[in-house]
């Protein structure tokens, strides 16, 4: 069964830069697409970030310009490089994986807080 763990969260000042780490218990190659999804307290989850098994990133509005998303092969990881935050960036932060046949895997989260 495939595990994703998602790391790197915690608190920043705004402007700060974080980096999260999603890590899989294997190869990510096989899947079609790896994303970052986010839950900001009280409101519902929205996607941040996606990148194709060929590369294609696509962002969310919200944070073009400051989010890079980016996947290494070589280490079952995918990663979402965070930039120039802002509070309304505080959330948990999810990791997904989108395999063959519609099916999707989901990790634990990663808390990222964000103080003015």
């Known amino acids: 069964q495939v595990q994703l763990v998602e790391s790197g969260g915690g608190l920043v000042q705004a402007g700060g830069s974080l980096r999260l780490s999603c890590a899989a218990s294997?190869?990510?190659?096989?899947?079609?697409?790896m994303a970052w999804y986010r839950q900001p307290p009280g409101k519902q989850r929205e996607s941040v970030a996606v990148?194709?098994?060929?590369?294609?990133?696509n962002y969310a509005d919200s944070v073009k310009g400051r989010f890079t998303i980016s996947r290494d092969n070589s280490q079952n990881t995918v990663y979402l490089q965070m930039t120039s935050l802002k509070p309304e960036d505080t959330a948990v932060y999810y990791c997904?994986?989108?395999?063959?046949?519609?099916?999707?895997?989901w990790g634990q989260g990663t808390q990222v807080t964000v103080s003015s």
């Open positions: 997904k994986a989108s395999g063959d046949w519609g099916i999707q895997y």
């Open positions: 294997g190869s990510i190659f096989r899947f079609n697409a």
């Open positions: 990148i194709t098994s060929g590369g294609i990133t």
